[in-house]
Each structure stands twice: as C-alpha cells, then as structure tokens.
T-cell receptor, first 115, second 114 residues
Framework: NAGVTQTPKFQVLKTGQSMTLQCAQDMNHEYMSWYRQDPGMGLRLIHYSVGAGITDQGEVPNGYNVSRSTTEDFPLRLLSAAPSQTSVYFC??????????????FGQGTRLTVV | KNQVEQSPQSLIILEGKNCTLQCNYTVSPFSNLRWYKQDTGRGPVSLTIMTFSENTKSNGRYTATLDADTKQSSLHITASQLSDSASYICVVSRLTGGGNKLTFGTGTQLKVEL
C-alpha cells in the first residue's frame, strides 16, 4: 500500500518557468489537498478537491492551478514560478469529503526552489 | 482570527525522560484537534484526533489532552526515545460551509539526546 505518492522530491526552477507537481493516492480517498510549508509558519492550504471533477481554492491559491480528473490523481501546476513560491509542498488525502474526524494522510513532500 | 499557538518552539531532553508540549487555539467553530509528528524531510503523520467530548487520548507513549473550555491541548511523551526527535504539530479543524478546514500550528521541534 503506497499511500500518498508525490513526485518529484526535489526541483529547482528558474523564475517564469512552469511545472507540475504530481500527487497520487491509492486509498480511494475522496478528499485531496495541497499545502505549502514555509519556515516559521504552519502549513497553509493552497487548493483542495472533494471528489473527481470538483476543486476549490484554499487560503493561498494565487499562482497555482489544480485539476481532479480521477479519484487517484491531484496535480498542482505552477503557471509562472516566482521566488516567493520556494517552499516545501505537501499533498494530503482523506477518506471523508468533509474531513470530519478521519485521518489525513500526507505525502513525503516536494522541496521546490525558484531562482 | 483562527490561530493555533504552540509552545515551546523547541525542546531538548535526555532519552528516557518525559516531556509535555502545549497547544492553545482560537479556532471556531471547533470540530476536532489533531497532533501530528513530522520527521525531518518527511510528511506529517497523525498521532491522535480528539473531538469536543474527548478529554484524553493515547497512542502508545503519546498521550494528548484537550480542554475545550480553555481551548488548550497538550501532548505528553513518556519515556522518550531517540526516534521521538521530530517536529510535533498541533492542528485544529473548524467547521465551514465547505466542510472542515485545518489550521496548523508552527510546531514544537523536539530533540532527544543520549
């Protein structure tokens, strides 16, 4: 059971480049989300999805796009990378649409540096 | 404003000793409170989830307490081991029209030494 798999683990981008961070889960979870983790701050929600075909913005969505064409995959796209997007990105999934009292499973993270 | 404050920011203890980490929150309306352990370079892993009606919850050597009246929680680690060295993150879930949303603390960095 792989759980939540993120690729790549590390990435360096030049300002203005675009890229996609991949996230896949094999637990048939409805709810998936993307967070960024910056030094001295708690994880912040970028985008989330409550099921295939449904996405919504979190608290820091600017500069990022998402789509959810299947239950398993939830890619995060950086449209035009900026140094402010240097961060560690985590994908998470949960069985419950509403998160309720169910556990959220996190991927290993993608460390992104924008130069 | 929905906030989660953790203390101390960092802590060093000797192997075998106990320690207690604190979490204060102003998140409303409250749904549940979670403690996560995050090893360096890894994603957070859930330790406990507590609802409004639960005062104490244990997971092995980890025991979490919740006082919903004072909006405080603690995580007690018993007989610490070197493998307990990690960041411990308090997360509070609040109810919104779009479902539950998580507010994360900045974590307590614990180092266990010989």
């Amino acid at each position: 059971n792989a759980g939540v798999t993120q690729t790549p683990k590390f990435q360096v981008l030049k300002t203005g480049q675009s890229m996609t961070l991949q996230c896949a889960q094999d637990m048939n979870h409805e709810y998936m989300s993307w967070y960024r983790q910056d030094p001295g701050m708690g994880l912040r929600l970028i985008h989330y999805s409550v099921g295939a075909g449904i996405t919504d913005q979190g608290e820091v969505p600017n500069g990022y796009n998402v789509s959810r064409s299947t239950t398993e995959d939830f890619p995060l796209r950086l449209l035009s990378a900026a140094p402010s997007q240097t961060s560690v990105y985590f994908c998470a999934s949960s069985y419950s649409k509403a998160l309720l009292n169910t556990e959220a499973f996190f991927g290993q993270g993608t460390r992104l540096t924008v130069v | 404003k929905n906030q989660v404050e953790q203390s101390p920011q960092s802590l060093i203890i000797l192997e075998g000793k106990n320690c207690t980490l604190q979490c204060n929150y102003t998140v409303s309306p409250f749904s549940n409170l979670r403690w996560y352990k995050q090893d360096t370079g890894r994603g957070p892993v859930s330790l406990t989830i507590m609802t409004f009606s639960e005062n104490t919850k244990s997971n092995g050597r980890y025991t979490a307490t919740l006082d919903a009246d004072t909006k405080q929680s603690s995580l007690h680690i018993t007989a610490s081991q070197l493998s307990d060295s990690a960041s411990y993150i308090c997360v509070v879930s609040r109810l919104t029209g779009g479902g539950n949303k998580l507010t994360f603390g900045t974590g307590t960095q614990l180092k266990v030494e010989l």
